[in-house]
């Protein structure tokens, strides 16, 4: 088991250092044959750069941290009103690390930079399988200090979240475009995901709908990556996929998450949980008693509140029932 992010810094003294080691990436530094011109923004574990070459051809350039885990690297960072490599922006949300302890559930931990590393070039390995369909294009693999760092394409584009938060129209065909993006990954060998939310989802200029920052897993059955309010239950599945679908669908419609708690209590857990069947279940029926959309906004349609159910508590209900369920309101709007 990992140690937890803030006992790694007071144990090593390396709060300067990390801080430093975040930051080395500027404006005008050159990683291979690439200049840097810009942020673009962060996560838990990386950092992205807008940079381009030679010839002027523009790139993303996705960058290892030193260490992260969700939960510990935005205490250490100011909440700013503009994306920079120091602070955190309010259109920033971290995925965590967590480790599923059998007694207490999932607690938030802190990754090192080798660990980080291997996500990295695991994400690398499923953007290369998928060829920029509904993803960015993956161009090479590039190192800096030593460690790897993605050249991806450049999209111009806003976030869902950004798109939410100035309060811009949201299409729910957009919506409809995730499952399909999700749904050919799984074809071509994507398990899942994993960090489906309204920051990984961006719309360019000609309303094209872009799934970034997949989460490949750290192949370790007591540790889970995820951003807890879009996966509550931690999965590392399809249907964890269309759960955070749905929840994004639910905060569309409702202004809020279902959840008032993430990640749920016996998440991932299963016998292994040092309690009953029996009280596991009975959570699991108090958590899912969300409120209902209509009960938050009367406008809701009442087929779209029945999508949001059947996603989240029907097992059997996967991300095609979700997409065909969409599709079939659009088309009845016309």
């Excluded at 100011?78 to 559930?105: C, H, Q, W």
Aim: proline share 5%.
């Amino acid at each position: 088991m990992h140690l937890k992010f803030a006992k790694k810094l007071a144990e090593r003294g390396l709060t300067s250092k990390v801080t430093e080691t975040m930051t080395q990436v500027q404006t005008g530094t050159h990683i291979a044959q690439y200049e840097i011109l810009d942020f673009l923004g962060r996560g838990a574990f990386a950092q992205v750069f807008l940079a381009q070459d030679a010839q002027g051809n523009r790139f993303a350039i996705k960058v290892g941290e030193a260490g992260g885990g969700g939960s510990y690297v935005p205490r250490f960072r100011e909440v700013t009103s503009e994306r920079n490599p120091s602070g955190l922006s309010p259109d920033e949300a971290p995925a965590e690390a967590l480790f599923l302890d059998p007694a207490k559930g999932p607690q938030a931990e802190a990754l090192d930079s080798s660990e980080i590393d291997a996500l990295l070039l695991k994400e690398a390995e499923l953007l290369a399988r998928a060829k920029g369909h509904g993803v960015p294009m993956l161009h090479e693999i590039v190192k800096v200090d030593g460690r790897p760092a993605l050249v991806m394409d450049y999209i111009e584009g806003t976030t869902l979240r950004e798109r939410i938060r100035s309060l811009e129209g949201i299409k729910l065909g957009w919506i409809a475009e995730v499952c399909s993006t999700l749904e050919r990954m799984q074809r071509l060998g994507w398990k899942c995901h994993g960090d489906v939310k309204p920051e990984n989802i961006l719309i360019t200029a000609n309303e094209e709908v872009i799934l970034i920052d997949p989460l490949a897993g750290s192949g370790r059955e007591d540790e889970v990556l995820a951003t807890p309010w879009y996966n509550p239950f931690l999965r590392r599945d399809e249907k964890g996929d269309t759960q955070s679908v749905a929840i994004m669908l639910y905060e569309l419609l409702c202004g809020c998450l279902p959840f008032d708690h993430a990640p749920f209590r016996y998440a991932r857990l299963g016998d292994s949980a040092a309690v009953s069947k029996e009280d596991r279940d009975l959570a699991m029926s108090l958590y899912l008693s969300y409120p209902q959309p209509r009960e938050l906004n009367e406008h809701a349609p009442r087929s779209l509140e029945r999508v949001i159910y059947r996603a989240l508590c029907d097992e059997g209900y996967g991300l095609s029932d979700l997409r065909c369920d969409l599709e079939d309101f659009l088309l009845k709007l016309h």
